[in-house]
């Protein structure tokens, strides 16, 4: 199905689990915020209107939540409804959070953060509740994958990439 030709790019196009919306980004309002079309036909609905720009997001399993990642002075993940609604910032704690990866059953977001200096490996309950640290980080804003059994969190560092416990467990090394 075509859709409409936009007046300024789209990109990073992502299904909703049930594959009637696809997500995407769009700097129509400005700046590059999120957008959801249905595969129907349909208007696009603006679904974030962040002051910043959102560089990349990623839908929760059931599709009910997006993490988005804002980048500007401050590296911010936030959690917004699928639906449309205020966007709901994930961690007060820090101010440069990247690659979020949600856990299987949606109710854990993993990631990594800067507080104090320190860059950490984390993970954190969607609706509340406190950040469990899991393992080190390397500086930046390098990526996180849940495994879709929920046992391992990966992630790379210099000496190889690190396997994680979503239990806090002792991390390895799965290949240097």
């Not at 769009?26 to 603006?46: E, H, I, N, T």
């Not at 990349?56 to 911010?76: K, M, N, T, W």
């Not at 409804?81 to 949606?106: C, F, I, K, Y």
């Amino acid at each position: 199905t075509p859709l409409p030709a936009p007046a300024v790019n789209w990109e990073s196009p992502a299904f909703s689990p049930d594959s009637q919306t696809v997500y995407f980004l769009s700097g129509k309002s400005g700046s590059s915020q999120l957008y959801a079309m249905p595969v129907a036909g349909g208007a696009p609905r603006q679904l974030t209107d962040l002051p910043v720009d959102v560089d990349a997001f990623l839908l929760s399993p059931d599709g009910q939540r997006v993490a988005i990642g804002s980048y500007a002075s401050e590296h911010l993940l936030w959690i917004v409804p699928s639906a449309g609604g205020s966007p709901v910032r994930l961690d007060s704690e820090s101010t440069d959070q990247h690659g979020p990866s949600w856990s299987p059953d949606g109710n854990w977001i993993a990631y990594r953060r800067m507080v104090n200096g320190s860059w950490s490996i984390v993970k954190r309950p969607i609706g509340g509740g406190s950040i469990v640290r899991l393992d080190d980080a390397n500086p930046g804003g390098a990526a996180t994958d849940w495994s879709p059994d929920g046992r391992w969190i990966a992630h790379c560092r210099p000496d190889g990439l690190h396997l994680v416990s979503p239990d806090g467990g002792q991390p390895r090394v799965l290949a240097g």
